[in-house]
């Protein structure tokens, strides 16, 4: 099946610092999501970038499809900031549609 | 728009129990699915379905039933809980067409099972 890889595992910023999360996966895709799963677990849409560049308030990513890499780009980053960031990809190929997350960048941002 | 709700959000078994959680969705989308998540597995997909009246089997279904009578209702039956099933649970939505497939998920379940 598709794989896909999230760099850094781990990130510590100040408040106010900006961020760059990468996600590579292994094979063509439908769908790429990016969420962010808060301290209360709950996960929440970012984007729906499977191709582009897209940009909301702080945050923006851009997908390279032919290059199979995305980028989250944090800047400015809050407390509030703080949590998972996930990439998952549905493989075109696949029969499921199922979605393949990536195992995750734990982001805390400290005041 | 309530997008996707799943109730209960924290319950405890005993083994052996049985139990359903329960998921709806107002989006009218062809797709809902569950996953599980736990430390260090990610999440994975138990069941699926891509419409009323068609389910079928993720990577992990054993334990597990679904059935969807309707478009909205997506309900996931531990017949007999295990500790094994001690996880947080994730219901999920979408569109099927190509080029507008953004998944939605609920605020998820989290089940011990003891």
């Known amino acids: 099946g598709i794989q896909v890889e999230q760099s850094p595992p781990d990130l510590i910023l100040q408040e106010g610092a900006n961020s760059t999360l990468r996600c590579n996966f292994s094979?063509?895709?439908?769908?790429l999501q990016w969420f962010h799963q808060n301290p209360w677990g709950q996960l929440i849409n970012l984007f729906y970038?499977?191709?582009g560049t897209k940009q909301n308030g702080r945050l923006s990513a851009t997908t390279v499809a032919t290059e199979r890499y995305s980028l989250l780009y944090i800047s400015s980053s809050q407390t509030t900031d703080s949590g998972v960031y996930f990439c998952?990809?549905?493989?075109?190929?696949?029969?499921?549609?199922?979605?393949?997350f990536g195992k995750g960048t734990l982001l805390t941002v400290n005041p | 728009n309530a997008g996707v709700t799943q109730t209960p959000k924290f319950q405890v078994l005993k083994t052996g129990q049985s139990m359903t959680l329960q998921c709806a969705q107002d989006?009218?989308?062809?797709?809902m699915s569950w996953y599980r998540q736990d430390p260090g597995m990610g999440l994975r997909l138990i069941h699926y379905?891509?419409?009323?009246?068609?389910?079928d089997q993720g990577e992990v279904p054993n334990g597990y039933n679904v059935s969807r009578s309707t478009t909205e209702d997506f309900p996931l039956r531990l017949l007999s809980a295990a500790p094994s099933q001690t996880s947080v649970y994730f219901c999920?939505?979408?569109?099927?067409?190509?080029?507008?497939?953004?998944?939605?998920f609920g605020q998820g379940t989290r089940l011990t099972v003891v």
């Open positions: 094979d063509s895709v439908n769908n």
């Open positions: 379905s891509v419409g009323a009246g068609i389910t």
């Open positions: 998952a990809v549905e493989d075109s190929g696949g029969s499921n549609y199922k979605l393949t």
């Open positions: 989006m009218n989308h062809e797709y």
């Open positions: 999920a939505s979408s569109y099927l067409t190509i080029g507008d497939t953004e998944a939605f």
């Open positions: 970038i499977p191709s």
